[in-house]
């Protein structure tokens, strides 16, 4: 079965700091892989996506993801971190085997990024 | 948001009624999405439509129906074989063909009073 896990509720970090979210997929082909950001009460905005290439991804916002075949992760990262940036985050993965749907999204739980200041 | 509009914001109803909520969007995308997101649980998908006049079950899609007779359009609704509505419901569409992120609108949060 297709999945995508986020093992951290909650990551923590100073503004300032580099920030990491991570995320591990596990697909029967190849991974189709995205993130999303969501602010409260809000819907989800596209940060960015890996199709094929160069393993690192840069997106919106700052934000780039380093896609690592042997280690199935997708991690999140930003160099500085802002207080802005304080939110949802959310992994999600193409799902391969549901029939007709290309572009149906296999979603994590989602972490919750606290920047403190 | 992008343009995909949900409404209303915010909608209350009494146990063992209907309700529908509504989903538009303008960006000429084929296909269409129903999540539901609760605390801790990630989003889940509902139901789902590729094409005008036909739409696919999702994970979680008892208790609730859709059409799609437009293809701005793609409402949902709760009905009262929906035991626990209370949640936050978020649309979605995106291009159909090629590998595309979907946009989200900014959702409706539906409480069961």
């Known amino acids: 079965a297709q999945s995508v896990a986020q093992p951290e509720d909650q990551v923590n970090v100073a503004e300032g700091n580099p920030l990491t979210v991570k995320c591990t997929y596990s697909v029967s082909g190849n991974p189709y892989l995205f993130w999303y950001v969501q602010y409260p009460n809000r819907g989800l905005q596209f940060l960015l996506k890996?199709?094929?290439?160069?393993?690192l991804v840069k997106g919106s916002y700052g934000f780039e993801a380093e896609f690592n075949k042997s280690q199935t992760s997708f991690h999140l990262k930003k160099p500085s971190a802002l207080v802005s940036d304080s939110a949802l985050y959310f992994c999600a993965v193409r799902d391969l085997n549901y029939g007709g749907a290309t572009n149906k999204l296999i979603f994590g739980t989602g972490t919750l990024l606290a920047v403190q200041p | 948001d992008g343009g995909i509009t949900q409404s209303p914001k915010y909608l209350f109803r009494k146990e063992g009624q209907n309700v529908t909520l509504s989903c538009e969007q303008n960006l000429n995308h084929d296909a269409m999405y129903w999540y539901r997101q609760d605390p801790g649980q990630g989003l889940r998908l509902i139901y789902y439509?590729?094409?005008?006049?036909?739409?696919q079950k999702g994970d979680i899609a008892e208790g609730y129906s859709v059409s799609r007779e437009k293809k701005e359009s793609f409402p949902l609704t709760v009905t009262s074989a929906q035991k626990n509505p209370t949640a936050f419901y978020l649309c979605a569409s995106s291009i159909e063909t090629g590998i595309n992120e979907q946009f989200f609108g900014p959702g409706t949060r539906l409480t069961v009073l």
């Open positions: 890996y199709i094929t290439g160069d393993n």
């Open positions: 439509s590729q094409i005008v006049n036909d739409f």
